[in-house]
């Protein structure tokens, strides 16, 4: 299974991004994903987990601000950023959980870095 991330950038307070994380080499439509973000010194956080039936889950962080969605037909998962936060700058990683008998495997994009000027 690959991930490739991509939609960075530098935006300004206020500003707004889209990431996009194409999935290749399982089921798509079948699995959980979700986006993670690292900010510098800090451990990984959940953004949103979006389930193979569509349904979201937020940080509160983020509640009223992200939007993600997810295009099975195009194996992609979207995060829409707005009102963007100098605290919402960091690496945001898209995640893949594939299910499995007994358990679940989870895979990881190569990560695409977010930056918010104040």
């Known amino acids: 299974v690959q991930l490739q991330a991509s939609g960075g950038g530098l935006v300004q307070t206020g500003g707004s991004l889209r990431l996009s994380c194409v999935v290749s080499?399982?089921?798509?439509?079948?699995?959980?994903v979700g986006w993670y973000r690292q900010a510098p010194g800090k451990q990984r956080e959940l953004v949103v987990a979006i389930s193979s039936e569509g349904s979201t889950n937020y940080a509160d962080a983020v509640k009223g601000r992200f939007t993600a969605s997810r295009d099975n037909a195009k194996n992609t998962l979207y995060l829409q950023m707005n009102s963007l936060k100098p605290e919402d700058t960091a690496v945001y990683y898209c995640n893949f959980v594939r299910a499995i008998v007994g358990g679940s495997i989870s895979y990881w994009g190569q990560g695409t870095l977010v930056t918010v000027s104040s």
């Open positions: 080499g399982s089921t798509f439509s079948r699995n959980s």
